[in-house]
């Protein structure tokens, strides 16, 4: 997947700058660095290297044959071969079999206009010579990061904070980001850093030296409720599921290195290794996490669907302890606070997967986001379909909380105090059950927050906020209460959360590269525009994949609701205790945004509370802040 980083400056950029940010990204390539420096000196690009496709003769930076467009990529295009042989027959001379290469040829030919054409996970960093200016990309579901930032006159870019920070941007805290992540979650096109901006995803990046600007490209497209939708039987829906997974898992399987499975006990990445077994002429491997039994434990479901898909299992036994002891490395890799442990057991599980030396894995990250498969979706559609009376809404709800009580989810109305919502009710007319669980744990912290801290946010909705970092009128207005949590989700949570802490950097900071087959795009605009009852029937999440990959799986898995990863913890355990370390630690007293008087309150009150499930993760997210402030010298 590598590494990129890139400096821009009309005063000349700095070797040693350009050095130090590449080598801040090692851990996401190891197997070779290279920089490119223009012979003005206004442009210097650098790469970190894992070398997946044409381990020869795939080194960066990248170049044309004139010598005027150079580029580095992160990332992998996929459908390669069709893009290789456009490019010969326009009389490219290709010099590698790397996908990266074709960038520097199809941008030649189509400009910008290039990332229709692309298919994949992947951020990239171009320079014209011709135009003088400077162009970066980002995916468009945002498996793949880029963060840039300014200083004096020299533009910043690169795969992580981190390597920023090692080529001269100062590390600072940005508050108005930390409490907008404290409240809720981060806007994509925001770092909790000062000066520090994401691009986000489905957007590229024009800089000319002077000015920048950033465009979206792509969004996902729900119907509107008055918008006619293709009559077909639901067979024909899941034979088009079908084709456009299986060919989204054919396609992620070209590599020239052995491509691996991520597997739970569920339907995602059971489809997955079902499909990626039938697509390959040898056993897989498959590699899965064990926790002490328990709700949360999945391996025994995971040994029958990899005995089914007749692929070769690997288990990693993780305790609270482990997950303890790896937590403050995998925040500081991650460079956001994180709720729950289940960032650690990633982080330990692709940790297994290089040292069994594996590159590369297939993974169901973005399933649920696309077929509606989390608790929260499926209760704004029950809580807001009109077609059945309320007392028939409250009895499904019921059996909602009931089925998700392992879980720490408590249902669409959680008892006690709540952030005010009242701003995404006006705008939406409902409020998504998600934001209504951050706003339950914003009510816990911000009785934390230092008082003048608090104070200078008064006027502040976050959630508002957040909406306002979407295009709510073409994204969301008009479509079903799913539709529009689902998009809200998709551009807020995935990129920020899931792909971050449960993606891209806990794999890369070990070298694994993971693909996402439910996030090609292609696919992705298929599903969206199926019928609600698809994706969720009655109280069946995720029903045309269920119908789709059937043929794949076993019973035990076909039939098995949606079983969040999350990670165990035990009152008064490893975790707690981490967290109660690092909350008393004279360093987080130095931090401005808290008042640790009642930080030591909170932390009592879950000694005497063992079995509240919401304090927990607050310690968590709070102490995660604490680690990066430590670690990062904030």
């Not at 001379?93 to 199809?106: I, M, N, P, T």
């Not at 969206?528 to 994706?535: D, E, G, N, S, T």
């Not at 076993?554 to 967290?579: D, I, W």
């Amino acid at each position: 997947m590598c590494g990129i980083f890139a400096l821009q400056s009309e005063q000349g950029v700095s070797r040693e700058s350009l050095v130090n940010g590449v080598r801040a990204l090692r851990h996401r390539g190891p197997d070779g660095s290279g920089t490119w420096i223009a012979p003005h000196g206004r442009v210097g690009l650098g790469h970190a290297r894992l070398s997946i496709m044409d381990p020869l003769g795939g080194a960066q930076p990248l170049s044309s044959d004139d010598d005027l467009v150079h580029a580095v990529v992160a990332g992998e295009f996929y459908d390669y071969e069709r893009l290789r042989r456009q490019m010969i027959e326009l009389g490219y001379r290709l010099r590698s079999r790397s996908d990266s290469e074709l960038l520097v040829h199809l941008y030649k030919e189509r400009g910008v206009d290039c990332l229709a054409e692309l298919r994949g996970e992947f951020t990239f960093v171009l320079w014209d010579e011709r135009t003088g200016v400077l162009f970066a990309a980002r995916d468009r579901f945002g498996v793949k990061p880029l963060y840039y930032a300014r200083s004096a006159d020299t533009l910043f870019l690169g795969s992580e904070c981190k390597a920023l920070f090692a080529a001269g941007i100062v590390a600072r805290w940005d508050g108005d980001s930390v409490f907008q992540e404290l409240n809720g979650v981060l806007t994509a096109d925001r770092s909790l850093f000062t000066g520090v901006a994401q691009l986000p995803p489905g957007h590229y990046l024009l800089s000319d030296g002077e000015r920048v600007k950033v465009i979206q490209y792509w969004d996902l497209h729900y119907p509107r409720l008055n918008e006619g939708l293709p009559s077909r039987p639901d067979e024909e829906w899941v034979e088009l599921m079908r084709a456009e997974l299986r060919e989204a898992v054919e396609l992620r399987l070209r590599a020239d290195v052995p491509v691996a499975c991520y597997l739970s006990g569920g339907v995602d990445s059971g489809a997955i290794l079902g499909m990626a077994s039938s697509l390959s002429a040898n056993p897989i491997d498959a590699f899965t996490i064990g926790f002490d039994a328990g709700p949360l434990d999945e391996s025994a479901v995971a040994v029958e669907m990899a005995a089914h898909a007749g692929a070769r299992l690997n288990t990693m036994h993780v305790t609270e302890t482990d997950l303890a002891q790896h937590w403050e490395d995998t925040i500081v890799q991650c460079e956001v606070p994180a709720f729950n442990a289940n960032c650690a057991a990633k982080y330990l599980l692709s940790r297994h997967v290089r040292d069994a030396g594996h590159k590369v894995v297939l993974t169901g990250e973005g399933a649920d986001e696309m077929l509606g498969g989390y608790a929260v979706f499926r209760s704004d559609l029950l809580a807001n379909d009109e077609a059945v009376s309320p007392a028939v809404r409250r009895q499904r709800l019921a059996a909602l909380r009931e089925q998700n009580r392992h879980f720490g989810w408590e249902g669409r109305a959680p008892a006690g105090p709540m952030a005010s919502v009242d701003g995404v009710r006006r705008k939406l007319g409902f409020v998504p059950e998600f934001i209504e669980q951050f706003a339950v744990r914003a009510a816990i912290i911000r009785s934390l927050l230092d008082p003048d801290y608090r104070s200078s946010f008064d006027d502040r909705d976050p959630y508002e906020v957040l909406l306002g970092g979407v295009d709510v009128a073409g994204g969301m207005e008009g479509r079903s209460a799913l539709h529009q949590s689902m998009y809200l989700w998709t551009k807020t949570v995935l990129p920020n959360r899931q792909l971050t802490y449960l993606g891209d950097r806990v794999e890369m900071a070990h070298s694994v590269e993971a693909r996402t087959p439910f996030l090609d795009h292609k696919l992705a605009e298929a599903v969206a525009r199926m019928p609600v009852a698809m994706k969720i029937n009655g109280m069946t999440e995720k029903h045309v994949l269920r119908e789709a990959a059937r043929p794949y799986l076993p019973a035990a898995v076909y039939g098995r609701r949606k079983h969040p990863f999350l990670a165990p913890a035990e009152a008064g355990g490893a975790l707690f205790r981490l967290a109660e370390e690092r909350l008393t630690d004279p360093t987080f007293a130095s931090m401005p945004f808290y008042d640790t008087s009642a930080m030591h309150a909170l932390l009592n009150r879950a000694r005497q509370s063992p079995g509240d499930v919401w304090l927990l993760p607050v310690l968590l997210l709070i102490s995660s802040t604490a680690v990066l402030h430590r670690r990062y010298c904030l």
